[in-house]
């Protein structure tokens, strides 16, 4: 299988990711265009229990995952039979999510012995970047900020990542969450906190900025959620109103902040001029704005991926895959889902 | 006709062949091993040593349920990937017709698959001469003994237990149910792939008969041209499992605990 493919100019990638609450499929040619991309959103349905709920996020899985790949080789044009690699999602994630898009694309790959990949979710949000980004090559830093990760890394070589800083408590994402929760936003809080703090004074409330004892790169939001949950509760036990907007406002700019500085001293220290971001909470307006205007200041490149990009999807996992896949790094198919899986595990 | 077995609800993780009412290969694991780093490498290696090969297959029948919510999600989407990549259609068999059905022609004792559901609740169905005589369902162990002690009224005295309830329930059963009481030896007691296929080869063919198809039209077609599905045989696309139980947080929040359904949703989450 391998020496035909590698004498084969293009390379045609199904990608599948289903590690959380998006049951996504894409096609992507050589690791950079999208033919197709496909996601079927369940976060109307977890909306109702304010997060995602790992079961019925499992059996949804279960119910539209044939459906949306179907729908991305329709709108590739494609049958199997064009596919060259399949790519999954094998972890980090929720296990019984996971594992449905693994068990799928195993059996696909098997039947269609073609080679399969299994890709790192984290690798995936980074390799967003090569999409929007067609002259983006290693090295850079990134900045992977969702619902679930806060890392920074350096990308040294696209299968080559060193782990520089990573959150010690709760995730970016999952602190936009819970404040959303507080005031009364709703889920999911990263959406409606950016709306919010658009009409908000980021100095209107100080609330502090976390810093990890001998971890310079390390991130701690759990200091930030307690300011903000105490602020909230100090006004209504004095009677007084809250006005969302400037609360947003400051609470988005300490995370703006600890993300930005972090990110930068990175780029700086390691001789790097390119600065990426990645993940859900990097469609942040006031997040990209922040980096922009400081990477403009120092002289960097920086880039982030489309909007749709961001968050969860296929076409991302699918060009991991093919950078994977490309340095031989494929699996067979006993490859299992890996709920807790390290950046720097193959 | 030929019909791949999947079967990955309970313990045991299994997969096997059957062709005109032949079992021509099975492979069958019962030895804690994880079902999604194992099915798969079973359907590869039992297709190599028998010489039978999965892309020959007419149909994928798998056991949709009940069972581990997880492990019938690894079997169903198995199932899933193969029968759109074969364009083949998916069979869905219950669980406990599987265990029981096929046992049940070769005995004129009432047959009864009963699962471990935790909490004092079994998965169970009952099953005479092939047919239901209780219907599949999550039972209170007393009651589902209830039931069968009411089914005695017809004649039959004997029954023959199957499935992971056993070691769970028998002295329960010994306790309370009248009848003559046998439990299955290993060689029936735990889910097995042939059974799926087995069992699925008789929906098949039954669904064939009823539309007036046969395996060569069938592969002409296509799983995806064709529109008259039922009786168990469907496009995979429409293939999921048989829970018979909500999620948790579905269960809490129809009791009115939204808010506690959330915060355990988000710590769950938290946790990954």
């Known amino acids: ?346 | 006709m030929k019909i791949l077995g999947i079967e990955s609800s309970g313990l045991t993780a299994s997969a096997a062949i059957v062709e005109d009412g032949i079992l021509k290969c099975e492979f069958t694991v019962n030895n804690k091993l994880t079902h999604s780093e194992t099915l798969l490498p079973m359907i590869r290696e039992m297709c190599r040593i028998s010489g039978m090969d999965a892309a020959d297959c007419d149909a994928v029948a798998v056991s949709c349920g009940p069972g581990s919510f997880t492990g019938l999600r690894i079997g169903v989407a198995t199932a899933k990937g193969l029968a759109l990549a074969y364009n083949i259609p998916a069979i869905r068999v219950s669980t406990l017709d599987a265990m029981g059905v096929p046992l049940s022609r070769i005995t004129h004792s009432i047959v009864c698959p009963i699962m471990d559901a935790r909490r004092g609740q079994t998965y169970a169905a009952a099953y005479l001469d092939g047919g239901s005589v209780v219907k599949r369902g999550a039972y209170d162990i007393y009651d589902y003994i209830g039931i069968l002690n009411g089914l005695m009224e017809d004649g039959t005295k004997e029954f023959i237990f199957v499935g992971d309830g056993v070691p769970v329930f028998s002295g329960m059963i010994r306790e309370k149910l009248e009848g003559k009481i046998c439990f299955a030896g290993p060689e029936y007691n735990r889910q097995r792939a042939a059974q799926v296929a087995e069992l699925g080869a008789l929906m098949f063919k039954d669904w064939l008969l009823a539309n007036e198809l046969t395996t060569d039209s069938l592969r002409a077609l296509g799983a995806d041209g064709i529109k008259c599905y039922g009786g168990g045989v469907m496009n995979s696309d429409e293939l999921v499992p048989e829970y018979m139980r909500k999620s948790q947080a579905e269960r809490e929040n129809e009791m009115g605990l939204l808010e506690d359904a959330g915060e355990h949703s988000l710590k769950k989450l938290r946790a990954h």
């Open chain 1, 1 to 346: 299988m391998a020496e035909n493919l590698t004498d084969k100019k293009d390379i045609y990638v199904l990608g599948i990711e289903s590690s959380c609450d998006e049951t996504a499929a894409a096609v992507v040619k050589n690791g950079r265009e999208v033919l197709s991309n496909v996601i079927s959103s369940q976060i109307d349905i977890h909306t109702v229990y304010g997060g995602v709920v790992p079961e019925i996020a499992s059996r949804l899985h279960c119910e539209n995952i044939n459906g949306v790949i179907r729908l991305a080789l329709e709108n590739a044009g494609m049958g199997f039979e064009d596919v060259d690699v399949i790519a999954v999602t094998k972890g980090p994630g929720l296990v019984g999510a996971l594992l449905v898009g693994v068990s799928e694309a195993k059996a696909i790959a098997y039947a269609l012995n073609k080679p399969l990949v299994g890709v790192n979710h984290i690798r995936g949000h980074i390799a967003a970047n090569y999409i929007t980004h067609k002259d983006l090559e290693p090295p850079y830093v990134c900045l992977v900020v969702s619902g679930g990760h806060t890392h920074l890394i350096v990308v040294r070589d696209y299968g080559s990542f060193e782990l520089i800083g990573r959150t010690h408590d709760d995730a970016a994402g999952e602190t936009f969450d819970k404040v959303a929760r507080a005031v009364g936003l709703g889920y999911p809080g990263g959406p409606k906190i950016d709306k919010a703090a658009a009409g908000g004074d980021p100095k209107a409330m100080e609330f502090p900025r976390g810093e990890v004892k001998d971890h310079p790169y390390d991130f701690t939001f759990s200091g930030l959620k307690s300011a903000v949950l105490n602020h909230i509760n100090q006004m209504k036990m004095k009677g007084e109103t809250i006005r969302v907007e400037d609360l947003a406002a400051s609470f988005e700019a300490s995370v703006t902040d600890s993300l930005v500085s972090r990110t930068l001293r990175c780029a700086r220290e390691n001789g790097l001029n390119t600065v990426a971001m990645a993940g859900g909470v990097s469609a942040n307006s006031a997040l990209r704005k922040a980096m922009q205007d400081e990477c403009d200041k120092a002289g960097l490149r920086c880039l982030y991926p489309e909007p749709v990009y961001c968050t969860d999807n296929a076409a991302m996992i699918a060009s991991a895959g093919y950078y994977d896949f490309l340095s031989g790094r494929w699996d067979d198919e006993s490859l299992n889902a890996v709920p807790d899986l390290k950046l720097s595990a193959d």
